[in-house]
């Protein structure tokens, strides 16, 4: 069991300073939430070592066997896992450090075999070629399993734990979490679409379409990280809890509208980048509403910051 921090519950305007509440998050953590920012660390910089890598070489970015793979999975999971080792620390988890340890080991085998495989210039997921090939995708497949299970235990101690929190940071690490559930649940389908496709239609075919939902997964997957900082930097304005409570609210409803129209779009095989005006309009005012939150609290917290 562990507390959620009073800085986070209690806010006091004109207390300390962003950059200083930043020092102080690293210096409280416990040993496994520094190794897991550690690691979370090296697979954003594994991440950006391809995108460097691509962008010399002229590497293809597209096709199941491109250095992208590596690239976006080092970036997304070290993103990933750094964010949920924060939002965790906020809340009341039973064995947290057990979950949070068995989040980040999933988290590293994930990103090296799609970077092994990438780098052999294999496919990663949906590949039975050969006994390796196929211990890695089975693999890849637990690891997700075990991603999924991990994200439900910390989705119900959004719910179960997060008493304490003010009511803003409640609603925002709730909804990022639930979203986020979202996010593993559309990777579980693409899956599942993918082996199905594989053995009715072969891997041309699969690793042509079971792409189609990674819009909504990368929408989806970094709610977590967007809403609890947007709390966090709105507890750092001075403003009363209901001033921000409304904000975190316009925030939430503009982030769940986004993640739905998205969804749509997915799943109606829609071009992310070509939707019909309605579905772009809407996606477009989502994705503003939540910038213009963002800028009303950097704001705040310059007011604030100029006031004390």
């Not at 989705?155 to 986020?180: E, K, S």
Request: net charge positive.
């Amino acid at each position: 069991m562990n507390p959620p921090p009073t800085t986070v519950t209690s806010p006091s305007p004109g207390r300390g300073t962003v950059l200083g509440d930043l020092r102080r998050i690293p210096a409280e953590a416990r040993p496994v939430e520094r190794l897991a920012c550690v690691v979370a660390a090296m697979l954003v910089v594994g991440g950006l070592v391809h995108v460097a890598i691509l962008l010399a070489t002229g590497g293809s970015w597209t096709g199941p066997t491109s250095l992208r793979k590596a690239a976006t999975f080092g970036l997304s999971f070290g993103t990933t896992l750094a964010t949920v080792t924060w939002v965790t620390s906020l809340l009341r988890v039973r064995a947290r450090t057990s979950w949070l340890a068995l989040f980040t080991a999933a988290c590293v085998v994930e990103t090296v075999l799609v970077s092994v495989q990438a780098w052999r210039g294999v496919p990663s997921h949906l590949n039975f070629g050969t006994p390796f090939d196929a211990a890695v995708a089975m693999t890849l497949a637990g690891g997700g399993a075990v991603i999924v299970v991990v994200g439900i235990v910390f989705g119900v101690a959004g719910f179960a734990g997060a008493a304490a929190l003010a009511p803003d940071m409640r609603l925002a690490v709730r909804t990022g979490l639930v979203v986020l559930l979202a996010a593993f649940a559309t990777d579980a389908v693409m899956i599942a679409h993918g082996v199905t496709t594989t053995r009715t239609l072969g891997p041309d075919v699969a690793y042509a379409t079971a792409g189609s939902l990674k819009p909504l997964h990368f929408v989806a997957m970094h709610a977590v990280l967007v809403l609890p900082a947007l709390a966090w930097l709105l507890c750092r304005t001075g403003w009363d809890a209901a001033r921000r409570l409304v904000v975190v609210r316009v925030a939430v409803v503009a982030d769940v509208v986004l993640t739905a129209l998205v969804g749509v779009e997915a799943f109606a095989g829609v071009p992310p980048l070509a939707p019909p005006a309605a579905l772009g309009w809407g996606t477009g005012a989502a994705l503003a509403v939540l910038v213009a939150a963002g800028a009303v609290a950097l704001t705040g917290v310059v007011r604030g910051t100029r006031a004390g």
